[in-house]
């Protein structure tokens, strides 16, 4: 085998490296200390894959947003196959424990506010875990959309009580992911 050879064989092997993206990994927790619907104590969701799409489907399509659901249970073909075309059709991967983060954007696709929801079986908790610029700041600030692809790295701790003090918990949050983004601008009319 000559050098050329070995160039043709190396290349295929180094363009994959290059373009190979580590899977997707996020730790959800939910701590209720004090709630009249929540089930007091702590849990969590340890999620290993994840889909994203872009959408318009909040606040009468006026508004995008980049909707990432994170799941415990892997997504196969079949599955992706059905968030793609509805993403909403994930029971079945819920029941291991999910994490939803949905991050509106304004028109240059700078984050103006994101929504946490934490799933297990029997307990849904939505928050809205940042609004205020210093805090998209501080905990988003690790966050690229361009060319069809979302890159995150975000890790928080939204903490409740303060203004609702029948209800006191935290969630916490600590996000990685580099996903292709699915274009859903426009379906959730049809």
Known sequence: MGLNSMRWIWLPVASVA?????????RFDLDVQKSKVLTLGKSH????????????????????ALAIQMYAASIDATARARLVK????????????????????????RITQANLTY???GTTVVRTVAYLQADIAKWFSNYRYA???????S????AAGADTPEEQLTLAWD?????AVVNRIGMSRK
């Open 18 to 26: 290059l373009l190979s993206v580590a899977p997707p990994r996020g």
């Open 45 to 64: 969701v340890d999620a290993t894959s994840a889909f994203v799409s872009l959408t318009d489907e909040f606040f009468g399509g006026r508004v995008n």
């Open 86 to 109: 509805n993403n909403r059709d994930d029971t079945a991967l819920n029941r291991s424990g999910a994490a939803y983060l949905v991050l509106f954007l304004d028109k240059d696709n």
């Open 119 to 121: 799933i297990i079986p």
């Open 147 to 153: 060319g069809g692809r979302l890159h995150l790295e």
């Open 155 to 158: 890790k928080g701790t939204y």
């Open 175 to 179: 996000i990685e992911l580099d996903e």
